[in-house]
């Protein structure tokens, strides 16, 4: 059974980088074609999909946010990180991990961070 | 970016009525397209990908087609279930961008 988790803070400020935590469970992140993935949805908006890291390290970035996010992985805890520079109010959303073979296969929670002084 | 364009944007049908959602893609992403179903406050949850192929575990109820550009989910007798909100993506090139969405409800 494949098993997503989010975590990190809830709330942040301007200007501060966020660190968001993916911890999974039910596959491995060194399998060949698998992928994890960071999507986030602002309140009442559509998804928009942030970045990806493959089994092979391969890490792709939303061109738009390229400059401000950071996708890595540890294999050995099952854990895939994100972190996004310099927040602002309009990156208040919830955000997803998610796995990827075919499409964004699972899904974690999600978690709401807020970005607020 | 390839821009992905759903119709309608809400959407409003009774249970048993079929109902079919478009997905237009700006340029061609062959058969590169996923849908799926979010439900508030929860997770999305993919109903097809590669256009056509259904996730396990889904009922045959829902289908998809379409290749290129153009794209439709269909579900063939709705369920009290299924009122949620669709959205497709494609997965052709970076970015992979998701459609705007569509919301189903009770009529």
């Known amino acids: 059974q494949i098993t997503l988790k989010e975590s990190g803070p809830t709330l942040v400020k301007p200007s501060q980088t966020l660190t968001l935590t993916c911890t999974f469970s039910g596959f491995s992140l060194s399998t060949s074609g698998v992928g994890v993935g960071w999507i986030r949805q602002p309140p009442g908006k559509a998804l928009e999909w942030l970045a990806l890291i493959y089994w092979d390290d391969d890490k792709r970035y939303s061109p738009s946010l390229k400059s401000r996010v950071t996708i890595t992985k540890d294999t050995s805890k099952n854990q895939v990180v994100l972190t996004m520079t310099n927040m602002d109010p309009v990156d208040t959303a919830t955000y997803y991990c998610?796995?990827?073979?075919?499409?964004?296969?699972?899904w974690g929670q999600g978690t709401l961070v807020t970005v607020s002084s | 970016d390839i821009q992905m364009t759903q119709s309608p944007s809400s959407l409003s049908a009774s249970v048993g009525d079929r109902v079919t959602i478009t997905c237009r893609a700006s340029?061609?992403?062959?058969?590169?397209l996923n849908w799926y179903q979010q439900k508030p406050g929860k997770a999305p949850k993919v109903l097809i990908y590669?256009?056509?192929s259904l996730q396990s575990g889904v009922p045959s109820r829902f289908s998809g087609s379409g290749s290129g550009t153009d794209f439709t989910l269909t579900i063939s007798s709705l369920q009290p279930e299924d009122f949620a909100t669709y959205f497709c993506q494609h997965s052709y090139s970076i970015p992979y961008t998701f459609g705007q969405g569509t919301k189903l409800d009770i009529k």
């Open positions: 998610a796995y990827y073979a075919t499409g964004f296969d699972y």
């Open positions: 340029q061609s992403i062959s058969s590169y």
């Open positions: 590669a256009a056509s």
